[in-house]
């Protein structure tokens, strides 16, 4: 039996996360040099091994196939779908718009959403 869950994305997640996040802090525990990133790192650790034999191949699986994309075999990453493949998803996942795809100026608005300022999240904080 293999597990099943969110491992098949957290684990191929993390070569971005190694890859393309910079390390800003870094500390000493006990001579042991860590960074901000090595949280992240063992909690992915306890994640692998909580599900012990079961996990292992879906996550081995899953960071292979990450650093294959990320090193671009066979172009890839530059691979996309078919027209009408895209466009049924655009129509599906954009019911609220009439089924139209959203225009460049609507990718940028979060919608009507409203947006507090710090003062106003204190003051309700505070008012409880």
């Known amino acids: 039996?293999?597990?099943s869950g969110p491992s098949g994305l957290i684990f191929p997640?993390?070569?971005?996360?190694?890859?393309?996040?910079?390390?800003s802090t870094r500390f000493h525990i006990f001579g042991i040099n860590?960074?901000?990133k090595s949280f992240v790192y063992l909690a992915g650790l306890q994640f692998l091994f909580s599900l012990r034999k079961r996990s292992i191949l879906p996550d081995i699986c899953g960071v292979f196939a990450s650093l294959l994309y990320r090193s671009n075999i066979f172009g890839i990453c530059h691979i996309k779908f078919p027209e009408f493949v895209s466009s049924f998803f655009s129509r599906l996942c954009w019911p609220t718009l009439g089924g139209s795809s959203p225009?460049?100026?609507d990718r940028n608005v979060i919608g009507n959403i409203p947006s507090y300022?710090?003062?106003?999240?204190e003051a309700s904080s505070i008012s409880k």
């Open 34 to 36: 860590f960074s901000d």
């Open 13 to 23: 997640s993390s070569v971005p996360f190694y890859f393309d996040i910079p390390v």
């Open 1 to 3: 039996m293999l597990a």
């Open 103 to 105: 225009s460049a100026s």
């Open 117 to 121: 300022t710090g003062r106003e999240v």
